[in-house]
């Protein structure tokens, strides 16, 4: 197969959907139907140009971890920065399925009723960003398209999320600003942390030539108190934007007051992101630290999964509940990410795609309760199931992948990702690099394993009090599901399904290379 290495088909589509919101801008107000097609054709667009780059790109294993269909051009010369975009086997992979979901966004959007070409425009946008911070080939263009996705996620949530949505936006946007902010000062800092050999080639060469991951092994021999600050302003950064467990005060509000199909969109896609950056930027700086920070930070972790779990329990509101299973799964893919092994990699990778598939299931469930309810208070629901069964079919799928059961999209993630905390060779340097003190280790797995227990616990009795027992006489009203309703879960069904049934076919195979890749990252 050839190996397309320049090519303007990332261009293409990170401008699509610039394009597309041009067009809508000039549209008149009241052509509802027109708008709406208009967006839905830019999206569809978007995911055919994917489809195309998918094609174009070579999966043969010599070359799947390499970057291919890049393109670089000069741009601030000043800073030596330039726009530099190129797709591996992973971030093509995580494009392939940020354009789907906002796809499936737009074709479930229908119930917005007011400021449609606003909204249509901040779901393109938000698309667009979410590609080019996957396409970015160097750090600086990556912060830049990670500050640019803040806008549209803060004006979705603002002008079409719930009752406190001024609140929630507020509270995203500025903390996700301080986190691009800490990003935007480690880029700055980046040069300053390398070697005394490589500093002045670096300073020389400027921000254009920090490519994600790839050079990031020079910061092992740096400078030590420079390259920590480096370090520690990289993981705040992403910390926060991944609502990791004790950095997520944002998420409750913030998926509480985001509904319907832009819910989907907005907080898929952001954890796809911020997990993508955890694996590509975090997890290659974490790998060059010593086994010590690396355990305690592991410690720290595990210990916020069992009080995410212990949080989703406590909660009433299904929409809190899942914004604690989200931070949960934040922290597993930590986990992985500090483990820093091919099968922990596989595992943190696993995780992250069949969390927001699963992610976007519930929040579509919550949101088809809720627009019957006109609640989410979970002590107030129940016998659903009798009332609408298409619904309790269609959703029991999402609850279930969440539980991590076997033969669903997210239990070979997570027991990937648990057996490394407990680490691969008893006796031998294990997965998070201390032998010593292997006992400290087998007692974070447990802690790591009680919290799942948990949340599988959480779940299977919020199961049983949205589904179960005796209808309500006040929900004898609720209708069944629309077509529209079906047509964005059952995808998301099959989804998960094949996900499931099929990981190394569809994930581990198409990634072993550039999975690989990132394990060896300052071996050598």
């Avoid at 509000?253 to 992101?273: H, I, K, Q, R, Y």
């Avoid at 399904?497 to 076919?505: N, T």
Wanted: contains cysteine; hydrophobic residues 55%; positive net charge.
């Amino acid at each position: 197969m050839a190996s397309f290495n320049y090519s303007t088909i990332l261009t293409w589509l990170i401008a699509l959907p610039l394009i597309g919101s041009a067009i809508v801008t000039l549209l008149p107000w009241n052509r509802v139907k027109l708008v709406r097609n208009t967006a839905i054709a830019t999206l569809s667009g978007m995911v055919a140009l994917t489809a195309v780059a998918v094609r174009l790109f070579n999966w043969a294993p010599s070359v799947a971890s390499h970057f291919q269909l890049m393109q670089m051009w000069p741009w601030i010369p000043a800073l030596h920065a330039s726009y530099f975009v190129g797709v591996d086997a992973l971030s093509l992979y995580m494009i392939l399925f940020i354009t789907a979901l906002g796809l499936l966004t737009a074709l479930g959007s229908y119930g917005v009723g007011h400021q449609l070409r606003a909204y249509y425009i901040s779901i393109m946008l938000l698309t667009g960003f979410m590609v080019g911070a996957l396409a970015a080939e160097n750090i600086f263009l990556f912060a830049l398209f990670f500050i640019l996705s803040i806008f549209p996620m803060y004006f979705i949530t603002g002008l079409w999320g719930g009752e406190r949505r001024q609140a929630a936006a507020l509270k995203f946007g500025l903390l996700t600003l301080i986190s691009s902010g800490l990003l935007f000062a480690a880029v700055f800092l980046a040069p300053h942390a390398a070697h005394m050999q490589t500093a002045s080639s670096l300073k020389n060469a400027g921000l254009s030539h920090w490519v994600m991951s790839r050079d990031l092994a020079i910061l092992a021999a740096g400078r030590l108190s420079t390259a920590q600050w480096f370090l520690w302003l990289i993981l705040i950064a992403l910390g926060l934007r991944i609502g990791l467990p004790g950095l997520h005060i944002w998420l409750p509000d913030f998926c509480c007051e985001n509904t319907g199909a832009p819910a989907m969109l907005v907080l898929g896609a952001n954890f796809m992101l911020a997990a993508y950056a955890v694996e590509r930027l975090a997890g290659p700086l974490l790998h060059l630290q010593s086994a010590h920070l690396r355990v305690c930070i592991a410690w720290v972790v595990g210990i916020g999964v069992i009080l995410m779990a212990l949080s989703g329990l406590a909660q009433n509101d299904l929409g809190r509940l899942i914004a604690s299973w989200m931070s949960l799964q934040a922290g597993l893919i930590s986990l992985g990410v500090l483990a820093f092994t091919s099968d922990s990699l596989e595992g943190a990778m696993l995780e992250t795609v069949g969390a927001v598939i699963t992610l976007a299931s519930l929040l579509w469930v919550c949101y088809m309760l809720q627009m019957r309810a006109h609640h989410r208070d979970l002590s107030r629901l129940g016998g659903i199931s009798q009332l609408m069964p298409g619904l309790f079919g269609l959703s029991l799928p999402g609850f279930i992948a969440a539980m991590a059961v076997p033969g669903f999209c997210l239990f070979a993630g997570e027991f990937l990702v648990t057996r490394s905390v407990f680490g691969l060779h008893p006796g031998k340097h294990s997965a998070l690099g201390f032998s010593s003190f292997a006992h400290w280790q087998a007692v974070l797995g447990v802690t790591v394993i009680l919290g799942l227990f948990i949340m599988i616990a959480t779940l299977l009795w919020t199961i049983e009090r949205v589904f179960f027992g005796s209808p309500r006489p006040e929900y004898s009203h609720f209708r069944k599901l629309s077509r529209m309703e079906r047509l964005i879960l059952v995808p998301l069904v099959i989804f998960n399904l094949a996900l499931g049934l099929f990981p190394m076919w569809l994930i581990i195979d198409p990634l072993s290379s550039t999975i690989r890749a990132l394990a060896h990252i300052g071996v050598n």
